[in-house]
């Protein structure tokens, strides 16, 4: 089962909140995918997030910049190990193929991976640039 994003997890910058659920509720659909073996819905479903959270830490990191945020060279290296663990995953998943054991390892780590991103990284982002 997913991990549910929760108004806990709003940092109080709309465009982001909204794409933090749009990705909690695309982890939700992965994991009801890899359930049920269809194996097109994961495809699909693995290629969305790997481009829909380059576009959402795309966003965090522009708000960071016109923010003059001081601490964007550790957020944004946050951004890439992800990214990089997340392509490790996924390449790994393909080459087993679906299964549920892999699915509940993916959808544990990257839910609550962003849990943690969100509640510490991005909460801090949210106190500053309410600042501003």
């Not at 693995?46 to 601490?71: C, N, T």
């Not at 060279?73 to 990089?84: D, L």
């Not at 080459?95 to 054991?101: D, S």
């Not at 990257?110 to 801090?124: P, T, V």
Request: proline share 4%.
């Amino acid at each position: 089962m997913a991990i549910p994003w929760t108004p806990a997890l709003a940092i109080g910058v709309p465009e982001i909140d909204h794409q933090h659920q749009e990705l909690f509720l695309r982890i939700e659909r992965l994991v009801q995918g890899i359930s049920r073996g269809n194996a097109a819905d994961i495809e699909r479903l693995l290629e969305f997030l790997s481009q829909y959270v380059v576009k959402h830490f795309g966003a965090e990191e522009r708000w960071m910049l016109r923010s003059a945020y001081p601490d964007y060279a550790r957020h944004k290296a946050e951004h890439e190990r992800f990214i990089r663990d997340y392509e490790n995953m996924t390449r790994e998943f393909r080459e087993k193929g679906p299964n549920v054991l892999a699915g509940i390892r993916i959808n544990n780590w990257i839910a609550e991976w962003l849990r943690q991103h969100i509640s510490r990284s991005d909460m801090e982002l949210g106190r500053f640039l309410a600042t501003k």
